[in-house]
């Protein structure tokens, strides 16, 4: 995870502090919705339980009774005086009033049979007139009025039935809600002849029913609706007609849903076309746990904030001795190197910390020392190198040597001399250069071998195996001349008979060549090349510009992987191996 920039800026211990501080109060805030939640879920859970054992008894109430009103009806619709008075065609005279006193005794006893039957009313199909029985006039009951609209506004009772259910106070100058059935006549002898319309009112007893079963305790409502959402029963009288506005919601037989902040459960009653429904608001549900939430809160919010303290303190603690250093290291870095971590009251880990802060700061200290040393050396090397270029001694060896010639020989070989002299310093000076071809070096020992051998009578023979792709490689000039004169000096001159040879070759392994120069002189025990290899990266102000100088200057050049070694050879002389890199990228590099 990317950190913003201005936390960039802060330090180790500011960073743990805010990170824990975030851990913990995310990890307060995820337990307390995951409470909440839990809660709720669990709350919203009992509470549809309950509403679906509530829903389940009640519809088994109410279907028992739309069942009995049913089965009342059709009892009453295939009576033989009910057939015989729909079956009379007359509307007077004929028997018809024989008939309609029958039916009318008939309706009567139902009355007195079923307590909250209003009416009854027996229609004919086609004809005027109609049998009514009640408990008020037909004017009071506003029959006529209101028989046509009220049949209208009725719903079937079931998928596909000609019964009809109406719940609503159409009849009734008083206004009261009222449970009209309307169940059609046929004929029991010929199938599917209608012969009229039986009409029962009854008073809604399911309307009690409902406002003793409402959750007070959950300040919950309980109605009756029916398929097209219109609320047909309910304790609220003000709500009877209202349509509710999640009907398209309620599907299958039962079930459950939120609705604008109220948990809707529903169930259908029976086969009919009618659902209870319960509504309970949200907030009612968990209104007797806020408390217990505010309290987990609170404490939750305290556990937080004591958690907090303390983790600070110990963060303060454990970073205490990390502190030292990050001290240290700010002297370190204003330039204050003797600046040490006090190692006392510090742990394992810390202890480990300062000991290699003390360690790092005791090394650069030794270090700095070396590049002081290191400095003061090619400081020398670089003087040394200067000073060899007009040795006075060689300078007045070879004008002795071209005057004796000349007193000797004539004007010939003087200038012979002379022009390999010439060649000699010009090499040397290289115009400022540390780094020349190896041709240019190769040019220089012929020079200084011809100065050698008019000076010795010859006594040195050069061979020389270096292919000419190597002529262009680099070589830090006067690397050759000090091992060529340390062989003529410390070999070929010492050894009996005082003549020798010089041999050079060179070979590549990978990034690198090594270049041989081989003597035949008088060689060295193996005890004195070991020696010898042991002390060349020691450097030795008096020791003059010789074979050290020039393994110190290559090792300071191209590192301490480069340099020379001495070795014994088949002659019985010694061989010195130069290592170099192959491939120089610069045309001058040199000592700093």
């Known amino acids: 995870m990317e950190l913003p920039k201005q936390m960039n800026a802060w330090n180790l211990k500011k960073k743990i502090t805010?990170?824990?501080?975030?851990?913990?109060?995310?990890?307060?805030?995820?337990?307390?919705?995951?409470?909440?939640?839990?809660?709720?879920?669990?709350?919203?859970?009992?509470?549809?339980?309950?509403?679906?054992?509530?829903?389940?008894?009640?519809?088994?109430?109410?279907?028992?009774?739309?069942?009995?009103?049913?089965?009342?009806?059709?009892?009453?619709?295939?009576?033989?005086?009910?057939?015989?008075?729909?079956?009379?065609?007359?509307e007077t005279g004929g028997g018809y009033e024989m008939e309609y006193a029958i039916v009318y005794n008939y309706l009567d006893n139902m009355l007195n049979v079923r307590s909250n039957l209003n009416f009854a009313v027996v229609l004919r199909e086609g004809k005027q007139g109609y049998a009514y029985k009640g408990n008020t006039s037909v004017t009071d009951a506003r029959f006529d009025m209101m028989y046509q609209k009220d049949y209208k506004e009725s719903l079937p009772a079931k998928e596909g039935s000609s019964v009809r259910f109406s719940f609503g106070n159409n009849y009734f100058r008083d206004g009261r809600y009222t449970l009209t059935l309307y169940h059609p006549v046929y004929s029991t002898e010929t199938i599917h002849e209608k012969l009229g319309m039986l009409v029962l009112n009854l008073g809604d007893s399911l309307v009690e029913q409902l406002h003793e079963?409402?959750?007070?305790?959950?300040?919950?409502?309980?109605?009756?609706?029916?398929?097209?959402?219109?609320?047909?029963?309910?304790?609220?009288?003000?709500?009877?007609?209202?349509?509710?506005?999640?009907?398209?919601?309620?599907?299958?037989?039962?079930?459950?849903?939120?609705?604008?902040?109220?948990?809707?459960?529903?169930?259908?009653?029976?086969?009919?076309?009618?659902?209870?429904?319960?509504?309970?608001?949200?907030?009612?549900?968990?209104?007797?746990?806020?408390?217990?939430?505010?309290?987990?809160?609170?404490?939750?919010?305290?556990?937080?904030?004591?958690?907090?303290?303390?983790?600070?303190?110990?963060?303060?603690?454990?970073?205490?001795?990390?502190?030292?250093?990050?001290?240290?290291?700010?002297?370190?870095?204003?330039?204050?190197?003797?600046?040490?971590?006090?190692?006392?009251?510090?742990?394992?880990?810390?202890?480990?910390?300062?000991?290699?802060?003390?360690?790092?700061?005791?090394?650069?200290?030794?270090?700095?020392?070396?590049?002081?040393?290191?400095?003061?050396?090619?400081?020398?090397?670089?003087?040394?190198a200067l000073y060899a270029q007009i040795k006075p001694h060689f300078l007045y060896n070879t004008l002795e040597c071209i005057h004796w010639q000349a007193v000797a020989d004539g004007n010939q070989e003087i200038s012979v001399m002379v022009k390999a002299m010439a060649q000699y310093y010009r090499v040397c000076l290289s115009r400022g250069k540390e780094l020349i071809p190896l041709s240019q070096e190769l040019d220089h020992i012929h020079s200084y071998l011809v100065i050698q051998n008019m000076r010795y009578d010859n006594i040195i023979d050069l061979e020389e195996h270096i292919p000419e792709a190597f002529y262009?490689?680099?070589?830090?000039?006067?690397?050759?001349q000090p091992l060529v004169e340390n062989a003529i000096y410390h070999g070929i001159r010492i050894k009996e008979g005082g003549r020798g040879k010089i041999t050079l070759t060179i070979c590549r392994k990978g990034e690198d060549v090594y270049l041989s120069l081989a003597d035949?002189?008088?060689?060295?025990?193996?005890?004195?090349?070991?020696?010898?290899?042991?002390?060349?990266?020691?450097?030795?102000?008096?020791?003059?510009?010789?074979?050290?100088?020039?393994?110190?200057?290559?090792?300071?050049?191209?590192?301490?992987?480069?340099?020379?070694?001495?070795?014994?050879?088949?002659?019985?002389?010694?061989?010195?191996?130069?290592?170099?890199?192959?491939?120089?990228?610069?045309?001058?590099?040199?000592?700093?």
């Open 18 to 90: 805010f990170f824990l501080t975030l851990v913990m109060m995310v990890t307060s805030v995820v337990i307390m919705v995951l409470s909440t939640v839990s809660a709720a879920y669990y709350m919203t859970r009992q509470a549809k339980d309950l509403a679906k054992v509530q829903l389940s008894t009640i519809e088994s109430s109410y279907n028992d009774t739309l069942k009995q009103y049913q089965d009342l009806a059709i009892a009453m619709v295939i009576h033989s005086n009910v057939q015989k008075y729909c079956k009379n065609r007359y």
């Open 213 to 384: 079963e409402s959750l007070q305790q959950m300040k919950s409502e309980l109605f009756l609706m029916d398929c097209k959402g219109e609320i047909v029963s309910i304790s609220n009288q003000k709500r009877i007609g209202e349509q509710v506005s999640y009907a398209q919601k309620i599907r299958d037989g039962s079930g459950s849903f939120r609705e604008d902040g109220v948990l809707i459960n529903y169930q259908k009653v029976g086969s009919w076309n009618y659902y209870l429904i319960n509504e309970i608001p949200i907030l009612e549900l968990y209104k007797d746990s806020l408390k217990a939430m505010i309290l987990l809160l609170a404490v939750s919010l305290g556990m937080t904030v004591f958690a907090i303290t303390s983790l600070r303190k110990m963060i303060n603690s454990f970073y205490e001795p990390v502190n030292r250093v990050v001290t240290a290291m700010d002297g370190v870095s204003e330039g204050k190197l003797d600046q040490r971590i006090d190692m006392r009251s510090m742990d394992a880990d810390s202890r480990k910390l300062a000991e290699g802060f003390n360690s790092m700061m005791d090394e650069i200290d030794n270090l700095m020392e070396q590049v002081k040393l290191e400095q003061h050396q090619i400081e020398q090397i670089s003087f040394s």
């Open 472 to 480: 262009n490689i680099k070589i830090p000039k006067m690397t050759l």
């Open 520 to 592: 035949s002189g008088s060689g060295m025990a193996q005890k004195e090349i070991d020696e010898m290899n042991r002390s060349l990266s020691q450097y030795d102000e008096t020791f003059g510009y010789g074979v050290r100088n020039v393994n110190k200057r290559i090792e300071l050049m191209f590192g301490k992987s480069y340099g020379l070694h001495y070795l014994k050879n088949e002659q019985g002389g010694v061989t010195v191996e130069i290592c170099l890199p192959y491939d120089i990228d610069t045309d001058d590099k040199g000592v700093m």
